[in-house]
């Protein structure tokens, strides 16, 4: 089955600086990749996602790129702020082959002023 | 994206009772729902795939005869935990596959339900 690798598992940065959390997934089938999160005592949030099609998403602050070859995938956030603080987990999916997704184990971000 | 709510948010209760947990899909109707369990500081760990009129898919290693799950509705699913015990104390979501607007394989997740047995 699919196995979805995430590092680092914490990540501190001053307001303002860039974030970066990096994803690799096993299996060359999966075609779909969920950015979630997750704030505490709250269920997941989605908040970008990427299809194997395409190689770059981005959504404002937030972008997604996707390397196919090498089976990985990374979430960019440019300009935290503290709101930015919270738990976020990658995910990994084969989209009509049961779409069940296979979480990675998560990156506790902490943006600090 | 789809608005899912859940019922209880928590709850606590003895070791040997049961509990039922619901899930429901406001805004949406959801053919397929999953649920998940989240012990702390982990990540999700898929429990079952709901599928509505028919019977669930559990996940390996899931009891299903201690999470029992129905999904009688496109806008309603129910996990129940069966006797339950200290070690079914956890942090159980639910999500909804796909959602009006949406691209397939999109899942948006409840706000959770937090259990705990003593």
């Known amino acids: 089955g699919e196995n979805v690798e995430q590092h680092p598992s914490t990540l501190s940065v001053q307001e303002g600086d860039s974030a970066v959390i990096k994803c690799t997934y096993s299996d060359s089938a999966s075609n779909y990749f969920p950015w979630y999160k997750q704030e505490l005592g709250k269920g997941p949030q989605l908040i970008i996602d990427i299809r194997s099609n395409v190689g770059e998403k981005k959504d404002q602050r937030i972008a997604v790129t996707l390397n196919k070859t090498a089976k990985h995938f990374s979430l960019h956030i440019t300009e935290t702020q503290p709101e930015d603080s919270a738990v976020y987990f990658c995910a990994a999916s084969l989209t009509g082959g049961g779409n069940k997704l296979t979480f990675g184990t998560g990156t506790q971000l902490k943006v600090e002023l | 994206g789809a608005v899912v709510s859940q019922h209880p948010s928590w709850v606590i209760c003895k070791s040997g009772t049961s509990v039922k947990i619901e899930c429901r899909s406001l805004?949406?109707?959801?053919?397929?729902m999953f649920w998940y369990r989240q012990f702390p500081k982990q990540s999700l760990m898929l429990m079952a795939t709901s599928n509505e009129g028919s019977k669930a898919t559990y996940e390996q290693g899931v009891e299903k005869d201690k999470f029992l799950i129905n999904h009688a509705s496109l806008t309603l699913s129910t996990l129940t935990v069966t006797s339950a015990h200290p070690e079914d104390s956890s942090f159980y979501i639910c999500?909804?596959?796909?959602?009006?607007?949406?691209?397939?394989?999109?899942?948006?997740f409840g706000p959770g339900t937090r259990l705990l047995v003593l």
């Open positions: 805004d949406f109707q959801a053919t397929t």
């Open positions: 999500s909804v596959l796909g959602a009006s607007g949406s691209p397939s394989g999109s899942q948006y």
